[in-house]
């Protein structure tokens, strides 16, 4: 039985006081979107709405959040992409373009979320145009398979950083994680470089 608030307000409790929520889509049984849970404060979030097709609802979600003892905010991005390659391409661009006018090269930042993208061809772009690592391609050479949660076997998923040293990262499948989303979770540690 799934709690009725909403599953980025269930997951953040007692543990990451701050949160921000962006809805893509809304049925009669409940609604879709990207959440970022953060344990300091946001400072500001937007949700975009990248969306190509009326049945095929994608968002965007930055935030801005405020590190204690950093001079410079961190700018995290959640993503959902399209299904196609086409749309996948556009929106990585657009969303390169949005990061480089408010996110300057020396910026931290992190992107992460549901790429749809099976042969990394979206996440190249990220990595080359803004300067950033995939945290599982850096230490395996390829991104982590996270589809679908109880037995992952295709690479959807991805965790992208700039300006942080990648200690671990982690998939996490399997129960509970299958009941939580059809994709397993990822999870880095990663330390100011």
Known sequence: DWPTEGQHDFL??????????????????????????SRFPILSSHNEDISELKFERRGMLHTVVAVPGWQVPLHCVCVHLGLTAAARR???TSLAEHLEKVSPGDTPLIIAGDFNDWHNRAGNLIAERLGMLEVFGGANGRPARSYPANL???RL?????????????EVHFGAPWSKISDHAALSAHIQIA
């Open 157 to 169: 998923d991805r965790i992208y950083v700039r300006g942080f040293a990648i200690e671990r990262s």
């Open 90 to 92: 556009r929106q990585m």
């Open 152 to 154: 992952p076997v295709f």
């Open 12 to 37: 953040a409790e007692g543990v990451w006081p701050d949160t921000a929520y962006g809805g893509n889509a809304i049925y009669d049984h409940g609604h879709h979107g990207n959440a970022i849970l």
